[in-house]
T-cell receptor, first 110, second 115 residues
């Protein structure tokens, strides 16, 4: 079974600081997704990464994918309070299933 | 973009009763839909994969007789929690595979509370 691990599980950071969330997965896959979830809400799609070396940026968030290392990163630049949420990565095993990471709960402190 | 809706958004029911949750793809045809369950502060757990016109495929440990899934059309899948118990209280999220097959669109979720 494909396993997806994220770290850290919890992240508390000050506004204006930078940080990176890591997503490791256990088997080959070239499709990786990042989602944001606010409390009580469903998932909001952030990034779709479809090939080795893919890098995508939206605002203060940047995601990358290294399929050889089976690693994706979500980098936060100059965090603001609005980024407080839980972030999930998910790996598509090219079958029919998504495997979700454990999630990273991010709190940005003023 | 493609939209997936769920109804109801929240429901409270008594132990022993059954609850039906609907998942609709509003502007595209979804041959495959997925049902997830999420407990507080945890990740999403895939319960079953629902294919239009055929029986759902359940993940290990998910009781198919308790969680009945019907995918009768290309835009509608339903999840019925039968004889609900308090431990079934959770956030249920459906998703539909995109027409291009890249990724999934997620519904807004249904919060079920069983008293």
């Amino acid at each position: 079974e494909l396993k997806v691990e994220q770290n850290p599980l919890f992240l508390s950071m000050q506004e204006g600081k930078n940080y990176t969330i890591y997503c490791n997965y256990s088997t080959t896959s070239d499709r990786l997704y990042w989602y944001r979830q606010d409390p009580g809400k469903s998932l909001e799609s952030l990034f779709v990464l479809l090939s080795n070396g893919a890098v995508k940026q939206e605002g203060r968030l940047m995601a990358s994918l290294d399929t050889k290392a089976r690693l994706s990163t979500l980098h936060i630049t100059a965090a603001v309070h609005d980024l407080s949420a839980t972030y999930f990565c998910a790996v598509d095993n090219t079958g029919n299933q998504f495997y979700f990471g454990t999630g990273t709960s991010l709190t940005v402190i003023p | 973009g493609a939209v997936v809706s769920q109804h109801p958004s929240w429901v409270i029911c008594k132990s022993g009763t059954s609850v039906k949750i609907e998942c609709r793809s509003l502007d595209f045809q979804a041959t495959t839909m997925f049902w997830y369950r999420q407990f507080p502060k945890q990740s999403l757990m895939l319960m079953a994969t629902s294919n239009e016109g055929s029986k759902a495929t359940y993940e290990q440990g998910v009781e198919k007789d308790k969680f009945l899934i019907n995918h009768a059309s290309l835009t509608l899948s339903t999840l019925t929690v039968t004889s609900a118990h308090p431990e079934d209280s959770s956030f249920y999220i459906c998703s539909a595979r995109t027409p291009a097959g890249l990724g999934q669109y997620f519904g807004p979720g249904t919060r079920l509370t069983v008293t």
